[in-house]
């Protein structure tokens, strides 16, 4: 039976039912850390009107805060995005932008509610910037209380200046295979260990 519970979000710009190729990764991370006992759902953020800003829950129809109940259910967030002129997409800052809020939100310990779960990225584009953009996810999800484990992030990156997306490699490329099942392994690893051992009270 599954111990751990991951929530996946997609940050691709194209709503269902269109085909993403940073969909397709994520599927590709849930199926890996189902072979170590998590059980994960994806939410594809565009899908739902979730309101620019800083809080956690900026009414007037705001559907983050039934996103971030998610967030909080979950033992291991994954977050995926392209890469769009080197950066994490729109859909992905607004997604940072809404967790600032979580520094704000503590337990009687003085903990973020997001001390204790796992965080990890997945990152797919047609040119160089995977390590920037996991740079910047790595440091926001950090600021924001979730801790990384070590290689947590699964990317491919093609050529520049020419147009093959991910969806289209067939067969998947060897090298994604194996840090998606790297970033699984260690992901349900580390959440395991802080699921026993949450962090110590901030005095």
Known sequence: ???????????????????????????????????????????????????????????????????????????????????????????????LERLDAEIGETDDGGRMLTFGKVAAVAVVGNEDGAHHVSAELYQALSDTGFTIPANAVTYWVGEAMQGTDYREKVPRPEKTAQTTSTLAANAAHLARLLKENQYPPIA
């Open 1 to 95: 039976m599954s111990d751990l519970r991951a929530l996946v979000l997609v940050c691709t710009l194209k709503p269902t039912p269109s085909d993403s190729s940073s969909h397709l990764l994520a599927t590709e991370v849930v199926a890996a850390l189902a072979e170590h006992g998590v059980d994960s759902s994806i939410v594809r953020v565009v899908d739902h009107d979730v309101k620019f800003g800083v809080t956690t829950d900026e009414g007037d129809g705001d559907e983050w805060p039934a996103i971030r109940e998610q967030v909080l259910a979950a033992d291991i967030l994954v977050v995926a995005t392209p890469i769009w002129l080197g950066q994490p997409s729109a859909v992905c800052k607004l997604v």
